[in-house]
């Protein structure tokens, strides 16, 4: 079946440097992958999205990048700050686009040191 | 997000109780979804639905049943709880019209069964 590998499972940086989490998926008709962060005791909240047809988005210190050929996307935080400790999920759509459905990875913990 | 409540927010039971729980969403959305979350499998996919009249099992369906009873709101029972369904468990929403398959969140529901 359809599936997202995640890695690494936990990360930790000093601030102000750069975070990087990468995600490999296995359906080929995958065409919409979000990002979202889990901050202690709530849910996961979308951070950056990125469809298929783009192979790189920015917002702000955040960027997702795109691999379509290698099946594999990644997110990228530069200038990390305490605030950006949290548990980050990326997902991809199942069966290509609008289905509603969404498959996870297994999550990566990042802990910014002060 | 306030526009996807979920109630109770921690609820501890014990083995062979019968547990709902409930969804609501402001948002306007025909697609609802339960999830649950383990530490290191990410989120996985019990139970979803389009519309009031469309129940659809997902990865991990067994143990669980849902009810759609309003566009606005969707529960998930237990009809026996057991242990390994100790978990977190979210409710999310997304928007057909808008052909995203962006997913909004709850805040969760942390059930322990004993």
């Known amino acids: 079946g359809e599936n997202v590998e995640q890695h690494p499972s936990t990360l930790s940086v000093q601030e102000g440097d750069s975070a990087v989490i990468k995600c490999t998926y296995s359906?080929?008709?995958?065409?919409?992958f979000p990002w979202y962060k889990q901050e202690l005791g709530k849910g996961p909240q979308l951070i950056i999205d990125i469809r298929s047809n783009v192979g790189e988005k920015k917002d702000q210190r955040i960027a997702v990048t795109l691999n379509k050929t290698a099946k594999h996307f990644s997110l990228h935080i530069t200038e990390t700050q305490p605030e950006d400790s949290a548990v980050y999920f990326c997902a991809a759509s199942i069966k290509g686009g609008n289905t509603g459905k969404l498959i996870f990875g297994q999550g990566t913990t990042l802990q910014v040191k002060p | 997000d306030a526009d996807v409540t979920q109630t109770p927010r921690n609820r501890i039971t014990k083995t062979g109780k019968r547990i709902m729980l409930e969804c609501s969403q402001t948002?306007?959305?025909?697609?609802m979804y339960w999830y649950r979350q383990d530490p290191g499998l990410g989120l996985r996919l019990i139970y979803y639905s389009f519309d009031v009249k469309d129940i659809n099992k997902g990865e991990i369906s067994d143990g669980y049943s849902v009810s759609r009873q309003a566009q606005a709101k969707f529960s998930l029972s237990l009809e026996s709880a057991i242990p390994n369904q100790t978990a977190l468990y979210f409710c999310?929403?997304?928007?057909?019209?808008?052909?995203?398959?962006?997913?909004?969140f709850g805040p969760g529901t942390r059930l322990t069964v004993l």
């Open positions: 359906d080929s008709a995958s065409n919409y």
């Open positions: 999310a929403t997304s928007d057909l019209p808008s052909g995203r398959d962006t997913q909004y």
């Open positions: 948002k306007g959305h025909d697609r």
